[in-house]
């Protein structure tokens, strides 16, 4: 007998577009919630679950946002619940992200007894000044006893997420975040720098000139970042993503080999056992169902976007439909541009069978130019079998992405 799973789509991303309040530097579509429109929210979402639950096996699931936990425990088990129905749990790898502010052990718990076994902590600083310029709800100490919980709950695959480059954040402040950060211990740590957005208070202060952006300091901040997480027992798999090959706590899930049941395209080796294999699935080009206002989806070749809007999406689904906004057909050697774009973000790079398995093409016959561009520049190295962005190529990943687009 046929099994109809092997071919369903095996990653699920949820958003969850709810904040406490709107950082400043932050693009993501959320809003501040109100207890009707977030109830409103959880049954339209359920009915989106129900939709798409046919075509779906996670093997991997994220909730994002927005912020997640900021969900109460019955809305959370009414979701869990429902995918429970629907045959939505049991992924290898399952993410929510939390906000420090929002984690209690009746929280942790609940997901633990539902098969979350990751979670993807918003730090962003240690530093309560710069907390408080980001416009964070949470203080430093309440990083480490969320933490703390969430370790008490049983969770050995924590994952803290960190910002440099922020606006009066010295080299010193950034290495006692970084200091701080790797002793917790966490099993991933994730580093991106500020990004001025249009239509963000940073942005604005940035134009009105209430400081200046010192591109010199960001690169040094990245060149730490890289040193110390590495010192520390990290191993980078992608521009701004490091992770352990082993938990730091001992439990019967903290095998290495446990980790690797995903299927993102890569080999045992090619990422350490505690990478993110959701987002390994969207380098490599595979295919996911994204859930919840502007979220994106990505299935067999045809990308859909959901209203960036939280009552649109709740009428739309209650009039029985998904609420898709747009849907784009790529092209074959377009989508092909962009997964080569994509999976060079990674450590890794494109092995060039791998590449040709994923997306129909040869990196060396339609990139070949590309390619040699890249390595005379020292960005990027090549074999027989593969071709890689060098350390120095990492830090300018997405100038050397661009070339590969079409
Ligand atoms: S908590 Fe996250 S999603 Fe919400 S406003 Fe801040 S950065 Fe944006």
Same mark, same amino acid.
């Given at each position: 007998m046929m099994d109809s799973s092997a071919s369903c789509v095996a990653s699920l991303y949820v958003h969850v577009?709810?904040?406490?309040q709107k950082c400043a530097y932050c693009a993501f579509y959320s809003e501040a919630s109100s207890g009707e429109l977030v109830n409103r929210y959880v049954a339209a979402l359920i009915c989106e679950m129900e939709i798409v639950a046919d075509d779906l096996k996670p093997k991997t699931t994220f909730f994002g946002g927005g912020?997640?936990?900021?969900?109460?425990l019955r809305q959370w088990e009414q979701i869990l619940r429902a995918m429970e129905k629907l045959n939505l749990l049991g992924a290898d790898e399952f993410t929510v992200e939390c906000n420090p502010a929002t984690v209690s052990s009746d929280k942790a718990n609940l997901f633990r007894d539902f098969g979350v076994n990751r979670v993807s902590m918003g730090v962003q600083s240690l530093d309560e000044k710069l907390l408080d310029r980001l416009g964070r709800i949470h203080s430093r100490e309440m990083v480490f006893k969320s933490f703390d919980i969430l370790r008490r709950a049983g969770f050995d695959n924590l994952n803290l997420d960190l910002m440099f480059? /922020? $606006? +009066?954040?010295t080299m010193d402040i950034w290495r006692d975040t970084l200091n701080e950060a790797v002793a917790m211990q966490s099993e991933h740590l994730s580093s991106y720098e500020v990004i001025y957005e249009d239509d963000t208070p940073l942005f604005a202060q940035m134009k009105a000139g209430e400081f200046d952006v010192d591109e010199n300091l960001a690169c040094e901040m990245y060149d730490e970042l890289v040193l110390r997480a590495t010192a520390a027992g990290f191993r980078q798999y992608e521009v701004a993503n490091f992770a352990r090959s082993q938990s730091t706590v001992h439990s019967?899930?903290?095998?290495?080999?446990?980790?690797?049941?995903?299927?993102?395209?890569?080999?045992?080796?090619? /990422? $350490? +056992?505690?990478?993110?294999r959701h987002n390994a699935n969207y380098w490599r080009g595979g295919s996911f169902y994204g859930l919840g206002p502007s979220a994106t989806s990505y299935v067999r070749g045809v990308r859909t976007k959901n209203w960036p809007n939280t009552q649109l999406y709740c009428e739309q689904l209650e009039n029985g439909?998904?609420?898709?906004e747009s849907t784009e057909e790529l092209p074959p050697l377009k989508r092909a541009g962009e997964t080569a774009a994509f999976g060079l973000r990674m450590n890794a790079g494109w092995p060039f069978a791998e590449f040709q398995h994923v997306t129909g093409f040869d990196l060396r016959q339609d990139w070949g130019s590309e390619m040699t561009q890249l390595t005379e520049r020292g960005w990027a190295s090549r074999d027989a079998n593969s071709f890689q962005l060098t350390p120095q190529g990492l830090r300018f990943a997405d100038s050397a992405a661009e070339l590969f687009l079409r």
């Open positions: 577009p709810f904040c406490a912020t997640p936990s900021l969900l109460n480059a /922020i $606006p +009066a954040q019967p899930q903290s095998t290495p080999g446990g980790r690797l049941a995903g299927d993102c395209g890569l080999r045992t080796g090619d /990422i $350490p +056992a505690f990478a993110c439909r998904r609420a898709i």
